[in-house]
């Protein structure tokens, strides 16, 4: 069976050197290499998790117990154990400071090393998500700029991944020296790399995917979800300025609750796939060939978000639509505008301005229906909500409801608005009249305009 293979961001920074000790990937490297006597260094130690679980690593330095002249105690450490714990999947430098005493006799094959403790935090079988061989893609620009540096000068120094059962060594040379002083360096363990560096939700969506399948997809239909995100709907428009119909905030709700409906979908439904493919999560969870793939997975918006949220508090996989609606409304009518203008200009052949600027358009609506403020307009309110309700509500039909007994509330709902028709709006009010009657027709309906 093929695993995942994560990112070999250990293999970027040895070129490729590495030991395999149990679950960690593994490599070590001196700064500096080469020492005078009575001078410090530090013995750097990289770790890449190769599985799924919180490892937790004890580091104890091994120092030479003799110099070249048979002196003892010439390798000083004011600590020589660190003990951390590496998240699943994590990349991590332990750095552990040393010095040698002024008169430490002059030697070019000194071994410094390093014996590795590695245990699983939990009693759970780890999993690999790494490979032996690494080789993950790993791009440096996925990093913020001062791990980009950090790594970056990392990747200068010369490691080595020879070992001896759990013990990994490096080889130190010590030239003569002057008197020196003790250095006043500080063990350090800093985190190169975790899973939240990585736009993947793959190890998790296997960890959970059974409790996805029982537990959150089954509550993503219409008469679980509408209703909750309907009240949600009617609380984040309460307090708007520019009041809203109880049809609009209807239509709304019925956009929103289709982004749930696509996610649940199978391939027998063949209507909610061909219009929300990109929107569903399913095809991801019955498929192990895309779970398996090295090609990261394109998750819906508020869906990724969702994982997010479960990762700190897996209760919330009893809850899906009311965690959904309560924490992570704006991401789930994020993902619905932009669906919403693509169907919109599908269906009316009309170009709405670029991914950029629906981008900037829908940050402009959530911000505008979020605070209450004055700024929301008809303008804002229908393109794309409300119109995006009134192409896909006979998606999102309730128990008992027939798609041609909306229409007459569609067009009701329109001429309540009819008042507020000015020469800056006139193209919006069209607009929705149009999809309007594209609807009214597909039910065999006369137009009333």
Same mark, same amino acid.
């Given at each position: ?8 961001? !250990? ?12 679950? #960690? ?10 020492? =005078? ?17 919180? !490892? ?26 660190? *003990? @951390? ?12 400071? #040393? ?33 032996? +061989? ?12 001062? =791990? ?19 013990? *990994? +060594? ?28 990585? %736009?993947?939700? =793959?190890?998790? !969506? ?10 959150? &997809?089954?509550?993503?239909? *219409? ?7 309907? /009240? ?21 709700? =019925?956009?929103?609750?289709?982004? #749930? #409906? ?7 439904? @063949? ?14 969870? %019955? ?7 090295? %090609? ?10 969702? !994982? ?5 508090? %897996? ?29 919109? +200009? ?22 505008? @229906? ?9 303008? &804002? ?48 009010? /069209? ?12 039910? @065999? ?5």
């Amino acid at each position: 069976m093929a695993v995942l293979n994560f990112p070999d961001v !250990l293999g970027f920074i040895t070129g490729g050197k590495r030991a395999n000790l149990q679950w #960690l990937h593994v490599a070590t490297a001196l700064r500096p290499r080469v020492v =005078r006597a009575g001078r410090a260094f530090e013995m750097l130690l990289l770790i890449q998790n190769i599985s799924d679980l919180e !490892l937790e690593v004890t580091a104890t330095l091994h120092l030479p117990e003799k110099d070249s002249k048979g002196q003892k105690g010439r390798f000083v450490t004011k600590t020589g154990r660190l *003990i @951390t714990r590496l998240e699943s999947a994590a990349v991590g430098l332990i750095t552990l400071p #040393l010095t040698t005493l002024p008169d430490t006799a002059a030697a070019a094959d000194y071994k410094i090393g390093m014996d590795l403790k590695i245990e699983p935090t939990s009693r759970d079988k780890p999993q690999r998500v790494r490979t032996a +061989e690494g080789e993950g893609a790993f791009t440096l620009e996925s990093l913020d700029p001062a =791990r980009q540096t950090q790594i970056t000068e990392l990747k200068n120094l010369q490691w080595t991944a020879t070992h001896s059962g759990s013990t *990994i +060594e490096s080889v130190l040379m010590v030239m003569s020296g002057t008197v020196g002083s003790f250095s006043d360096l500080q063990p350090s363990w800093t985190k190169l790399w975790t899973l939240a560096d990585h %736009n993947d939700k =793959r190890l998790l !969506l296997q960890k959970i995917a059974p409790m996805i399948l029982e537990q959150v &997809l089954p509550q993503m239909n *219409i008469r679980t979800a509408f209703p909750i995100v309907l /009240e949600y709907t009617q609380k984040r428009f309460e307090k708007s300025i520019y009041k809203l119909q109880d049809f609009e905030i209807n239509l709304i709700a =019925r956009l929103l609750t289709l982004m #749930l #409906l696509y996610a649940s979908a199978d391939e027998k439904k @063949t209507a909610l796939m061909a219009t929300g493919r990109d929107y569903n999560v399913m095809r991801f969870l %019955n498929s192990s060939a895309i779970l398996e793939s090295d %090609n990261v997975i394109h998750l819906p918006g508020w869906f990724q978000a969702f !994982l997010d949220l479960v990762e700190k508090d %897996n209760r919330l996989l009893a809850h899906p639509v009311k965690a959904t609606a309560h924490f992570l409304y704006d991401a789930l009518m994020r993902d619905a505008m932009l669906h919403a203008f693509s169907r919109i +200009e599908a269906l009316t052949e009309v170009e709405i301005g670029t991914p950029e600027e629906r981008h900037i358009y829908v940050e402009k609506i959530i911000e505008a @229906t979020a605070t209450g403020s004055d700024k929301l307009d008809f303008e &804002l309110l229908y393109m794309p909500l409300v119109m995006g309700g009134v192409i896909m509500a006979d998606q999102v039909l309730l128990k008992g409801e027939k798609a041609a007994e909306l229409i007459p509330l569609m067009r009701a709902m329109i001429d309540a608005r009819h008042g507020e028709k000015d020469d800056e709006n006139e193209g919006t009010f /069209e607009l929705a009249h149009k999809l309007i009657e594209q609807t009214a027709n597909k039910y @065999t309906l006369s137009s009333q305009w």
